[in-house]
């Protein structure tokens, strides 16, 4: 071989190998193999009941292992009335009957991020019914934000630690005889994951309904361009994969709520991400519809809350708990 060629040789091969290693997710791999194993065995795949919350348009799930009786509860919601800053169970307590009902065995209340319009009822849950609190290890990252702009105080450690498991990207677990993953999926918040049991992804705020499109990336730390990628990662899952979303608003022309879909039919139809969007023009739509959204209604308290694990701020001197409005800081 003449010296040119080696060299061209060389570069290509090198340029092979560094594609295969810069294209290799193994955390995506497993979830891949693992819906893929589900799909062959219906033994494999959970059963799942959606609780569609009205007031804040957040549909929070029990996942649940059919032979073992083991469950999730994810994206739990606190009834909360701003006016008068009354939190009440109604939403909790239909879980907990839910569950009680099924003989149900909650190992697991987990939350796909740091919510910023409904507080979580995890720890009210917890109480109740037992299980271990978890997210991404992304919200670290999230209390370090949230934390100053509420300037949090000493009392509010910005680690973690109000969480019983902190999930890293391609992470395991287990439900019962069901198989579980975590797949970091950051954009809409650095703190995003999709929790995947069996062949059921439940991918937070990532992507809605084909026919309403993708979360907002507009909120401190979010970025579109991280949502794009996260959501096209997502959308390399086995196209039979259910998705199960986190939100639903009923689009212009659907007159019932849905919350369920697939890989598939996301990637024929998604109206802001189907294949063929590319990356920038994801990113043009997606920041000019944000510059046009206002804050939820209930980010301040919702985002305070969430951030201790859907614990009120320590009470005062008075026993009361305050959540705080930072005036003109965001
Ligand atoms: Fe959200």
């Known amino acids: 071989m003449t010296l040119r060629l080696q060299y061209i040789y060389t570069f290509y091969e090198t340029k092979f190998w560094e594609n295969i290693v810069s294209n290799f997710d193994p955390g995506l791999e497993a979830a891949a193999a693992q819906i893929s194993r589900a799909r062959e065995d219906k033994a494999l795949r959970p059963s799942i ?157 990532t992507i809605f309904m084909p026919d309403f499109g993708t979360a907002r990336a507009d909120f401190p730390g979010g970025d579109a361009r991280q949502l794009f990628q996260s959501i096209r990662r997502l959308l390399s899952l086995p196209g039979e994969t259910r998705l199960f979303l986190c939100h639903d608003y009923k689009a212009p022309g659907r007159d019932e709520y849905a919350w369920e879909t697939t890989v598939k039919q996301q990637r024929e139809g998604n109206v802001h991400v189907k294949d063929g969007t590319t990356e920038d023009e994801f990113v043009a739509m997606r920041t000019a519809r944000d510059k046009g959204l206002s804050m939820p209604n209930l980010i301040m308290p919702s985002v305070q809350v969430n951030i201790r694990g859907g614990r009120l701020p320590l009470p005062e001197a008075n026993g009361v708990s305050y959540i705080k409005i930072p005036v003109n800081a965001v």
Request: charged share 25%.
């Open 49 to 205: 009941a959606g609780f569609f919350d009205e007031a804040t348009n957040t549909i929070s799930y029990v996942v649940h292992d059919p032979k073992s009786g083991e469950a999730a509860i994810i994206d739990s919601v606190l009834d909360y009335e701003a006016a008068s800053g009354r939190t009440s169970n109604g939403s909790a307590d239909r879980i907990i009957e839910y569950t009680k009902s099924n003989n149900l065995k909650v190992m697991w209340l987990i939350e796909t991020h740091a919510h910023a319009d409904h507080i979580s009822a995890a720890p009210y849950l917890q109480e109740k019914l037992g299980g271990k609190l978890a997210i991404g290890r992304g919200i670290i990252l999230v209390q370090d934000v949230f934390g100053k702009l509420f300037n949090a105080g000493s009392d509010f450690e910005c680690d973690g630690s109000q969480f019983d498991k902190l999930f890293d990207d391609g992470e395991t677990f287990r439900l019962g005889e069901l198989e579980g993953i975590a797949l970091h999926v950051p954009g809409h918040t650095p703190a995003d994951m999709a929790f995947i049991i069996g062949d059921a992804a439940f991918v937070g705020d």
